[in-house]
C-alpha cells in the first residue's frame, strides 16, 4: 500500500471516529443517518483531489454512504451547504468559507507533498489516535 492510500485510510478512520458517541456511534453530516462509524466514510467538503485539503480535519466530515455517493460535479447543494454547516459548528462560523477559498486559489500543481511529508503527516495522526484510543486501521473494530 503507497503511504498516500495508508494516510487516507488512518484520516477516514480518524474523522469518522472523532464525534463517534461511548457505543460508536456517529451521525452523518448531512442527513438524519446514524450508525456505528465503521460503517460510515469520511466524506470532503472541497474535493479530496486538491493535496493541500486532503488531510484537513476541517475540510471532512463523516458521512452515510448514500450522501457520499454522489459524483463530485453531481454533488446536489443542500448536501454542500448542510456540510458547511456542519464544520462551521464544530470548528467555528466562517471555517467552510475558508476551505472555499484555498480551494479556489489552488492552482494546478500547487498543494504536492512529498512521500515525507506524507509519512510525518501520518505519523502525527496514528500517534494522536493511539493517544486518544481511536482504532487505527488493522485494528480489531468492534461489531455495532
Ligand atoms: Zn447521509
Not at 469520511?42 to 458521512?63: D, I, S, Y
Not at 467552510?96 to 494546478?108: D, H, N, S, V, Y
Not at 515525507?116 to 485494528?139: H, T
Amino acid at each position: 500500500m503507497s503511504v498516500k492510500d495508508n494516510l487516507d485510510q488512518v484520516f477516514s478512520h480518524y474523522v469518522r471516529q472523532l464525534y463517534a458517541s461511548h457505543a460508536g456511534r456517529v451521525r452523518c453530516s448531512t442527513c438524519v443517518v446514524s450508525r456505528h462509524w465503521s460503517e460510515m466514510t469520511c466524506g470532503h467538503f472541497m474535493k479530496r483531489g486538491f493535496l493541500m485539503l486532503r488531510w484537513v480535519v476541517e475540510n471532512a466530515a463523516p458521512q452515510c454512504g448514500v450522501c457520499n455517493g454522489h459524483e463530485e460535479a453531481q454533488r446536489p447543494a443542500r448536501i454542500e451547504d448542510k456540510m458547511a454547516k456542519w464544520l462551521d459548528a464544530r470548528y467555528g462560523e466562517g471555517t467552510a468559507a475558508r476551505m472555499r477559498e484555498i480551494f479556489g486559489q489552488a492552482t494546478e500543481g500547487q498543494g504536492s507533498m512529498s512521500e515525507d511529508e506524507m509519512r510525518l503527516l501520518l505519523r502525527a495522526f496514528r500517534e494522536k489516535m493511539r493517544a486518544e484510543g481511536m482504532a487505527l486501521p488493522g485494528d480489531c473494530v468492534p461489531l455495532p
